[in-house]
DNA sequence: TCAATATCGATAAGTTATTATCGAATCCTT
DNA sequence: AAGGATTCGATAATAACTTATCGATATTGA
């Protein structure tokens, strides 16, 4: 409705936006050329009038009694998202999950991509895995000025996590990705995104303990 | 207050346990006996007022001038999250990702310990992981009855998590941590907890170009 | 002993997000 | 061509969560 992101986004509507892509992407390779909100909601388990109080912050209109032009929907979603630009990242820390995330092909449709690597392990630097090189750390200020990266992704043990995230914010790196479960100190002009799996665990724990008591009421 | 976990307790507040109980234990560890909803606020970086909501749900009370005790309040925040004794888990998957999970040392603390890890590799299976032995999928159904598993982590491709879910459900999982980027169709019965890093990044992706775009408002 | 202070716990206010409802627009069927 | 059906988009109502405020309480230090 609006022309462009003039109003800001709520994060709940943000969090979605990556399943609303998802679908939609996969629709227009099955060739369709209209989804609606009804369908989309189904598909992702949610109700239709949020997906389309959601859709109405992407920009684009709907079509009474045919829902929103695929061909138009998909890029909006992904303009919202700061997708429509892949993003250049850093990983530091190869370990095993970082070696994971390195290998993991789903990111291209996330809007970014890992263009190096980063460990202070000799074993591992020198090396390349999934077409990243990796650089032991010292390299990294140098490198994430010369190839403009603004993005950072933490995936070194906890108790260097901190460290780490200085050398990032010295360099330059403007966000961080951060899979270290601890909470970072950084300038309040970078952003900080935790992934913590301890929060998703923590949710499932509980509830799965809240279902079986509400089966067994004792 | 209350006796017991008779109220539900909010799912914001439950995903803010498991950084309480870490820095509780943290505490702990270091000898203090007891700790104010200031100071772990301070350290996580939230207004003590949240904290000391939240904390109320634990069903511990605090002492004026003093706060919690930490004797009392770690062991309460452990039972409402159901973490206090540690449910075993299956892992589907020995990939990249399953094999970053395997190795994790984190789960521990989180109430959870992954007994076997199933695959339908050939090369993977009748090996073991991190303690973990590695079973062809076929022995998932007879080892979740033998060993009592209620819960199971996916981490195979998207395109085989749903038949994956089926055959966890079939064996009498209760609860599933679905890391692959699909929405899963079980009954109603059983919860499932999809960790879908996408939403992390769309929320980094949002406000990382937000950011950019207050500091140059043209 | 008594005042100052830090904290809890409760209540209230404010904000944000979800859900419900309904008219208008368009397409499809007959 | 007309009526029925489906969907959008807006508004309103509800619910959930966060934040502010304040009295009560216990400790500390004068
Ligand atoms: N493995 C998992 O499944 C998992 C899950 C959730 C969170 N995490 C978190 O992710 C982080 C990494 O976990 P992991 O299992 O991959 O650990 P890991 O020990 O396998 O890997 C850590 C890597 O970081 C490198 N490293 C250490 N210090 C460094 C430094 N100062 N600079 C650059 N590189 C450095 C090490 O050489 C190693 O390669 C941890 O904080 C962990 O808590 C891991
Ligand atoms: N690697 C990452 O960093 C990452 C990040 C986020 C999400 N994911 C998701 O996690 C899942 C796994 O990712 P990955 O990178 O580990 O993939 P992967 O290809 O490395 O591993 C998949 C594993 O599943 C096994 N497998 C396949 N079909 C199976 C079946 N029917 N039964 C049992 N095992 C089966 C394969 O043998 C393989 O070992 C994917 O859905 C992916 O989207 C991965």
Redesign the pocket.
């Known amino acids: ?1 609006n022309n462009d992101a003039m109003q800001p986004i ?4 943000i969090r979605r936006f990556p399943e609303y892509l998802r679908f939609v992407e996969d629709k227009r390779l099955a060739g369709e050329e209209w989804i ?4 989309i909601g189904a598909a992702i388990g ?5 997906v ?2 959601d ?2 912050y992407s920009g684009v ?8 032009r695929l061909e138009e929907l998909a890029p909006a979603l992904r303009r919202s998202l700061g997708w429509d630009n892949a993003t250049d990242a850093f990983l530091v820390g190869v370990g095993s999950l970082g070696q994971a995330l390195l290998g993991y092909g789903g990111f291209a449709n996330y809007g970014m991509r890992i263009v190096a690597a980063f460990d202070c392990n000799d074993d591992i630097t020198g090396g390349s895995m999934a077409q990243s090189q990796i650089f032991p750390i010292q390299k990294l200020p140098q490198l994430a000025k010369r190839m403009n990266v603004k993005l950072g992704i933490i995936a070194v043990p906890q108790d260097v996590a901190q460290s780490v995230a200085n050398i990032l914010v010295d360099a330059g790196i403007r966000g961080i990705w951060n899979f270290a479960p601890v909470q970072l100190d950084v300038p309040s002009n970078v952003v900080v995104r935790r992934e913590d799996l301890s929060h998703g665990l923590a949710v499932l724990s509980y509830q799965l303990r809240e279902e079986c008591e509400t089966i067994r009421p004792e």
């Open positions: 409705m709520p994060l709940p509507t609606s909100t009804t369908e949610r109700k239709s009038v949020v389309r109080k859709l109405s209109a709907g079509h009474p009694r045919r829902g929103f």
